[in-house]
């Protein structure tokens, strides 16, 4: 029977680039909000037998949560064979660590939740810091899709004369790939971390600067604060105007706008729906599903 792909609001254009590429049949779901915000998830569809995909990005997750766990379980209920989630971002994963005392290790009861109702999970370059893979959370089967490639071929398309720049010690796993990938050099910066927004980062080495095109390449941008130090550190060695490329543009508040002010170019994949998305994941995300499909 042909796989149900059902994209939560947000997620239709990626879905139906999915689809063009993965055999599915695309269903809406409707949400309706009471006046006491409790929400009611409706989903006209024949589930019986059927491989369902949820797809949902979850940034901003607070809010998306219980719908997509509602809809699990009226597929399960309604006899759907297997229910994954693809959730091209994965929350959470940055609390990874009880940093003081007192804090919630969050990404743990967020893995088990997703856990518990769904079979399987499908994203793409989850931050992967102090895990080294989603299984020491996850107790589902659990697929990653790399961004890399993608990102190194717009790169080897769009930039002569790179280096990619890498703002902290954490993001050297992918900028180094990147930078294999299109063949370009590739320098990491000192990233020291103040508060939510307060981020000092400078050059270990910057020889490899000189006569090129920067391209700062993060797995997240989400308060911008990391990207815009990074242009300020950039700017105090006279490179040309910076590409800042994220894999997942959370842009939270006003950090798109922040980034653009700074004259940088802003761009990401569509993990995210953003009007920063330049690099689409579509391709991957198929080829990982109909891999996923043929080992369940
Ligand atoms: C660090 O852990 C991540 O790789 C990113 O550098 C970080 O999430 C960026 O956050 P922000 O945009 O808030 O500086």
């Not at 940093?99 to 743990?108: D, L, M, Q, V």
Request: a neutral charge.
């Amino acid at each position: 029977m042909t796989p149900l792909l059902i994209p939560m609001p947000g997620n239709s254009t990626l879905a139906t680039e999915l689809r063009s590429a993965f055999s599915c049949e695309i269903v809406s779901p409707e949400l309706h909000r009471f006046p006491d915000e409790e929400v009611r998830v409706t989903l006209p569809a024949e589930f019986a037998g059927r491989d369902v995909h949820v797809l949902c990005s979850l940034d901003r997750p607070d809010d998306k949560i219980l719908p997509i766990v509602f809809i699990a379980a009226l597929a399960r209920e309604l006899g759907a064979r297997r229910i994954g989630l693809i959730a091209p971002y994965l929350a959470y994963m940055r609390q990874d660590k009880r940093f003081n005392p007192g804090e919630a290790i969050s990404s743990r009861p967020f893995a088990r939740l997703l856990s518990q109702s769904f079979d399987w999970l499908l994203t793409v370059d989850p931050h992967l810091h102090r895990y080294k893979s989603l299984c020491e959370i996850y107790s589902i089967r659990t697929r990653v899709v790399h961004a890399a490639p993608a990102l190194a071929q717009w790169i080897r398309t769009n930039v002569p004369r790179p280096v990619l720049v890498g703002p902290d010690g954490e993001s050297a796993q992918w900028v180094s790939e990147v930078a294999r990938d299109c063949s370009a050099t590739y320098t990491v910066m000192r990233k020291v971390r103040h508060d939510d927004r307060t981020v000092d980062v400078e050059f270990a080495d910057a020889t490899s600067l000189a006569g090129r095109t920067p391209v700062l390449v993060d797995d997240i941008i989400s308060s911008g604060q990391t990207m815009l130090s990074a242009i300020k550190a950039l700017g105090r060695h006279g490179t040309a105007t910076p590409i800042c490329l994220a894999v997942h543009g959370v842009f939270a508040s006003t950090a798109y706008d922040e980034l653009l002010r700074s004259g940088a170019r802003v761009l990401s994949t569509n993990t995210i729906f953003h009007p920063s998305n330049a690099v689409s994941l579509a391709s991957p995300i198929a080829s990982a599903l109909e891999e996923l499909h043929s080992s369940l």
